[in-house]
């Protein structure tokens, strides 16, 4: 990378190591999974490291299971958290005759007043009531320690919660003297009707060093990684309707692949790439996304410091681990309870 004087900026070399096996899908073969094998996994795991936390939060209530809960005797109960929400939409509701109660207006989520929260470990599962556990605020699938009372209705009452928070951070690695940097862009739409080909190019030149005077370049010489986390681009509306298409369509359902593969070629020529699909981009569905086939980047797929990632993502550079999604699970988050902000999601979990 050179500037306008007689000094010439190299870039930063990092240590890159991809960590994504456990993403991967070798084979798929159905044999009747389901997510209850999550959750009592999940379930198992951190009741161990809640019961571990109790004799610093209540060390003279006793513990007991959900079946042998008694009427009006003080407990502590762990299990997982489900909640019951009344507008949440069901794959019923596609066959449904009757859908007179469909709203007009969609939600911009799916809480309602109504929702109901619910305990459930391996012996059952029981009502929660009491204010300390307002329904907004959580959802299905997080472990909890609760302490609180067996009511009359079999409900139980919480008087107070106990989460497991967050683990304990690695410390960094000691600097080496120089600092290094990772860049995270998602959301590009490539193809959209917002989409600014200008607004994109001069996102290029900054992260190879074209732009700005020569302490500007020195910032992007110490650029080590690209990642781009999902939603890269974005298919015309209208396309995707399960027909045959014609020629002219095929054409304009393959041009944002080739704008982005421009893009990203120009990148891959100067500095390591990491593409991740999201929810948008041609990849399966579900999660783990498996990665965007190389033959959609014909260009970048010249230059082997381009990669093609799984969704969720993990690498390590320089003995830096980084981990991390295209964002679903935040949008679920939002979706199944309230926050003024997506970062109030980032900073809580």
Not at 160 to 185: C, I, M, T, W
Not at 222 to 244: D, F, K, M, Y
Request: aromatic share 8%; net charge negative; hydrophobic share 35%.
């Amino acid at each position: 990378m050179e500037v306008d004087s007689e000094n010439n900026l190299q870039r930063k070399q990092s240590f890159y190591q991809s960590t994504d096996e456990s993403f991967e899908i070798q084979k798929e073969m159905y044999r009747g999974q389901q997510y209850s094998q999550i959750y009592f996994a999940r379930l198992h795991l951190m009741r161990t490291l809640l019961y571990s936390l109790l004799p610093h939060w209540k060390p003279h209530v006793p513990v007991c299971t959900i079946l042998g809960l008694e009427e009006s005797k003080e407990c502590i109960i762990v299990g997982t958290l489900y909640k019951h929400m009344k507008l949440k939409p069901s794959i019923l509701d596609e066959y449904s005759k009757e859908r007179s109660s469909t709203p007009l207006v969609k939600p911009h989520n799916f809480v309602h007043a109504d929702d109901q929260l619910v305990l459930e470990d391996e012996s059952g599962r029981v009502k929660l009531r009491g204010a300390m556990l307002i329904s907004s605020v959580y959802v299905t699938g997080i472990v909890v320690a609760l302490h609180g009372k067996e009511t009359v209705g079999g409900d139980f009452m919480v008087e107070d919660v106990l989460e497991a928070g967050l683990p304990h951070q690695e410390e960094l690695p000691r600097n080496s003297g120089e600092d290094k940097y990772v860049v995270f862009v998602s959301g590009l739409s490539v193809g959209s009707s917002s989409s600014d080909p200008l607004q994109f190019q001069l996102l290029v030149d900054h992260i190879t060093g074209h732009l700005g005077d020569e302490k500007e370049q020195s910032v992007a010489a110490q650029i080590v990684q690209v990642v781009i986390a999902g939603n890269s681009v974005e298919v015309p509306r209208g396309l995707l309707n399960g027909q045959n298409l014609a020629s002219k369509d095929q054409s304009r359902l393959s041009e944002p692949i080739k704008e982005l593969d421009i893009l990203l070629t120009q990148i891959a020529a100067s500095v390591p790439v990491d593409i991740m699909p999201g929810p948008k981009d041609p990849a399966n569905f579900s999660l783990p996304q498996q990665p965007l086939h190389r033959c959609l980047f014909p260009g970048s797929a010249a230059y082997n410091i381009f990669r093609s990632c799984t969704n969720p993502h993990s690498f390590e550079l320089d003995d830096v681990r980084f981990l991390g999604t295209s964002g679903q699970n935040i949008d679920d988050l939002e979706k199944y309870s309230e926050a003024n902000d997506k970062l109030e999601f980032w900073k809580g979990h």
